[in-house]
């Protein structure tokens, strides 16, 4: 007991950012992913950020791979990964400083992942340590240490954000940076973190505009509109010139796929399938593949007294919970809800549950306040902490292996 006194003083001393992100950092790069087997996303973002810092372009067609399964084919005729910017422009300096190894002639598949798992490994720490700092100023300094640590390795920014190169790698970096600047008033700052959001992920425009619509009406200052929405703006911008230089569309697709643009702002049938919306909420919540409750159940108690956190929350933080809902509901409209297949837990509702994390943590202690809750906490913690280090550990892309509509080409995991 002594020596987990001393490690709580430590994380929560004048040191703990330091000794709190090399900790995570540890555990993160532990147990990333780092071989060949990797989802396609994750490959797109890897081989982007590799091409850039071994080569110095974004065209994996003129280094030796016209023929890729993560590509689109330019305005000259280049063939360039379809991942936002954001996303990858981070795993650049580590593809720089890591041991050169040059992947075998005309086979993508072999390009190294590891630097970038590393990068996801790094962001995901940074996330998690700025979000500390956030928790500590509506907290007790244990309280916040304990949610923090659970959001961290309770949840799927272990399995999923930490684990390789995804959107979600920056995407909570950038919502923790967000919220640590709405927190200490720097509204311009919060509204230049979300506008770096977008350019990770398109959809952050949705989060941005209900964070500034909800500060405007809480605070009943309209100029926070104009603080939130013009940084955010000139993100949307970037992205919108980065799609236009290269794949000659204004929309902020980057190569991706344009139906989704209709489909989130509902002008087309959304990509839900036959999903209906209520199959879409239950999808998210109780699917046993990537539900958020079988691998997060200490969440329950959280909606259970939310409506308690909410009212004890500061008016930031309740505009970032409502910024992550809208934020799930463009994801849904334009995306079914698993977001995927074979990796280790749920990915659409990270971003959210990020989001609302000072909204959950409330609520969480207003629920154990109650004898029954501790116990019943105790359990859903212990039971969180346990999947997610068991999928961390053991799992990654090989988990799911024979969901339909998926097929192993290479090494890779890619859609029909």
Not at 284 to 299: I, K, M, N, R
């Amino acid at each position: 007991m002594t020596a987990v006194a001393a490690v709580v003083r430590t994380l929560t001393g004048p040191r703990r950012r330091q000794v709190l992100g090399a900790l995570l950092f540890v555990v993160f790069g532990l147990t990333t992913t780092s071989g060949t087997l990797v989802v396609n996303d994750v490959r797109a973002s890897s081989s982007a950020a590799w091409s850039l810092a071994t080569h110095g372009t974004l065209d994996l067609g003129s280094v030796g791979f016209p023929d890729i399964d993560w590509g689109e084919t330019g305005r000259d005729g280049g063939v360039y990964p379809n991942r936002f910017p954001g996303g990858f422009l981070p795993a650049v300096p580590a593809y720089v400083l890591a041991p050169e190894r040059a992947p075998e002639p005309g086979d993508p598949y072999s390009i190294p992942i590891w630097p970038a798992s590393l990068t996801a490994a790094a962001l995901a720490a940074a996330a998690v340590t700025v979000l500390h700092e956030v928790l500590r100023e509506v907290l007790p300094a244990r309280q916040a240490l304990g949610s923090t640590l659970v959001a961290g390795l309770g949840t799927s920014v272990w399995t999923v954000a930490a684990d390789a190169l995804w959107t979600h790698s920056s995407g909570i970096l950038l919502l923790a940076l967000t919220m640590r600047a709405l927190q200490q008033g720097r509204h311009w700052y919060a509204g230049a973190w979300l506008g770096f959001a977008i350019t990770v992920r398109p959809t952050h425009a949705f989060t941005a505009l209900g964070v500034g619509l909800t500060l405007a009406a809480t605070q009943r200052a309209w100029q926070r509109l104009v603080q939130i929405g013009a940084p955010s703006a000139l993100g949307l911008g970037v992205l919108a010139v980065y799609s236009k230089v290269l794949f000659d569309t204004w929309l902020p697709v980057a190569g991706y796929r344009q139906e989704r643009v209709g489909a989130i702002l509902g002008v087309t049938e959304a990509r839900t399938g036959p999903f209906s919306w209520s199959d879409q909420i239950l999808g998210t919540l109780f699917d046993a593949y990537h539900g958020v409750l079988p691998y997060s159940p200490f969440l329950v108690l959280c909606v259970a007294f939310l409506v308690v956190g909410w009212r004890r929350s500061p008016d930031w933080a309740r505009a970032m919970l409502v910024g992550g809902v809208v934020y799930w509901y463009a994801q849904l409209r334009g995306n079914a809800w698993p977001g995927g297949y074979n990796f280790f837990g749920y990915r659409f509702p990270i971003e959210p549950l990020w989001a609302s994390s000072t909204v959950l943590a409330l609520a969480w202690f207003a629920a154990v306040r109650h004898r029954w809750a501790r116990m019943l906490g105790l359990v859903l913690v212990t039971v969180s902490l346990t999947i997610n280090a068991l999928g961390a550990i053991m799992f990654g892309a090989r988990y799911e292996p024979n969901r339909p509509g998926y097929e192993r080409v290479g090494p890779a995991l890619v859609d029909e």
